[in-house]
């Protein structure tokens, strides 16, 4: 948020609020699970835990398997480049006509695709 609105004034900064216990906000959630959403909405980032850690925390022991889940190095920006390119409505039409036109041709016989219903948007 500061990115986009700056640093907020030293007022704001200095006006005191107690946090309200995720317990008392959220009573009848697994402490675990509180335990961890604290850990997450930590304010300073630095304080956040990382995937890996997130991941090795209790409230997954059920789920998580440390020893399977694999670590790798954090992508590079390069690899989100077509993000950046700026298209018109035409480019688009012509991106997914040839995403359908190269799925039809491959003979997968029938598309993955669905048709939306409007049914089930309004």
Do not use: C, W
């Amino acid at each position: 948020m500061t990115d986009f609105l700056g640093t907020p004034p030293v007022e704001t900064i200095s006006k005191k609020k107690n946090p309200v216990p995720f317990a008392q906000k959220f009573p009848k959630a697994d402490p675990l699970a509180l335990h961890l959403l604290e850990r997450l909405l930590a304010f300073d980032p630095k304080d956040r835990p990382t995937a890996e850690e997130a991941l090795a925390d209790p409230y997954f022991h059920a789920l998580a398997n440390i020893d399977k889940e694999p670590t790798t190095q954090a992508i590079s920006k390069l690899e989100f480049d077509f993000e950046r390119r700026k298209l018109t409505k035409d480019d688009v039409r012509e991106l997914i006509y040839r995403e359908m036109l190269e799925e039809y041709l491959s003979g997968a016989g029938q598309t993955s695709f669905m048709y939306p219903r409007f049914g089930n948007y309004f």
